[in-house]
């Protein structure tokens, strides 16, 4: 029985003394692993760099071609990293050479300015963020005849001009968006027309402008209106016409130049026979820094007045005004008159 207890008591003593170290090496294994775990779970997160292309996008179609352009689309790639797209394009006769012409971020390409008798070929590759491009699409081929003439031009404006070193009528228009466009042609008639007579051409234009230099009379009217032509030849319908006239140039009154005024000055002017309105400008300079301007409506009056409503003037400062006859809707100067000088009283 006693050496029973002895050496019940001795296992009991020893196992007391084993089981702390076993735990230590079981809870180090544990570490080891999960480091080993942790590097391993690192080594698969940086794949290193991507080499991966897009797929070549697919779906490729002429959506139109005509008067100078090409219209081509294709279906959107779905790479989550996709940047964008590249066109490359051939001319008929050379179908083997084909150039990259542009870079979208879109899912379609429209061509302007393209040779009626020439056919193209197109062919799309989509390129991803670390710049892998892919195979090139299906190929695609159109040509672009001429088949309509351009739309009319719109918004035209017609303003007489007179500053007492030039005479000419200002013609402006909202510019036609046709890819085949080569210029416009500018019709003028001293009374009112509504077709492109040959007769009544007076200048041709490859800008939404023109300043016809050749009216200097002041006090005649004249009726401007634009089509607009093609690289065929094709010319579109009249614009709408718009009338004015050279008016002539106010003569001012008061203050005089060189003289003096207080804050707010009445600003007087001889009529101009030919105005339905007047501008008034007050400025810092003769021909900046413009601190004030106002539209008045003429009447029948010789001398018309007009008392400034702009901020007060400040006392012994210099400004400018100066009067501009106003004939047509838009409110633009015809007629311009000398700027006069004064000085605000103390």
């Given at each position: 029985m006693l050496s029973g207890y002895g050496f019940s008591s001795h296992m009991h003593f020893t196992s007391h003394k084993?089981?702390?170290?076993?735990?230590?090496?079981?809870?180090?294994?544990?570490?080891?692993?999960?480091v080993a775990?942790?590097?391993?779970?690192?080594r698969i997160v940086d794949p290193g760099p991507d080499e991966l292309a897009p797929l070549p996008p697919a779906g490729m179609l002429v959506e139109?071609?005509?008067?100078?352009?090409?219209?081509i689309s294709w279906i959107t790639n779905k790479e989550t990293d996709l940047r964008g797209y590249i066109v490359y394009r051939a001319e008929e006769g050379d179908p083997a050479r084909f150039d990259a012409v542009d870079t979208?971020?879109?899912?379609?390409?429209?061509?302007?300015?393209?040779?009626?008798?020439t056919t193209y070929s197109y062919f799309v590759t989509a390129f991803d963020e670390s710049g892998n491009e892919s195979p090139p699409s299906d190929t695609v081929t159109a040509r672009s005849r001429n088949v309509y003439p351009p739309d009319p031009p719109l918004d035209i404006n017609v303003n007489g001009f007179n500053d007492g070193s030039r005479r000419m009528m200002l013609l402006a228009w909202s510019s036609v968006d046709e890819a085949d466009l080569a210029g416009y042609r500018i019709y003028r008639s001293d009374s009112p027309f509504d077709s492109a007579d040959p007769s009544l051409l007076a200048a041709e234009s490859t800008s939404a402008f023109y300043d016809d230099l050749s009216v200097t009379e002041i006090g005649r009217g004249f009726y401007y209106a634009v089509t607009a032509v093609d690289r065929g030849g094709l010319e579109s319908t009249l614009s709408r016409s718009a009338y004015d006239y050279i008016a002539s140039r106010p003569l001012l009154v008061s203050p005089?130049?060189?003289?003096?005024?207080?804050?707010?000055?009445?600003l007087r002017w001889l009529r101009v026979p030919e105005a339905a309105a007047y501008l008034l400008t007050v400025s810092v300079s003769e021909n900046t820094g413009q601190v004030w301007a106002k539209i008045v409506t003429a009447d029948g009056s010789d001398t018309l007045s007009f008392r400034?409503?702009?901020?007060?003037?400040?006392?012994?400062?210099?400004?400018?005004?100066?009067?501009?006859?106003?004939?047509?809707?838009?409110?633009?100067?015809?007629?311009?008159s000398d700027a006069w000088r004064f000085q605000i009283r103390n």
């Open positions: 084993i089981l702390p170290r076993r735990r230590l090496l079981l809870v180090l294994g544990i570490m080891l692993l999960f775990a942790g590097c391993e779970r690192e139109g071609a005509h008067d100078g352009y090409i219209f979208v971020t879109v899912f379609y390409f429209i061509d302007v300015q393209r040779s009626y008798d005089s130049e060189n003289g003096y005024a207080d804050a707010y000055p009445l400034y409503s702009g901020p007060g003037l400040s006392a012994g400062e210099t400004y400018y005004w100066r009067v501009s006859s106003v004939t047509a809707e838009n409110g633009n100067p015809n007629g311009i």
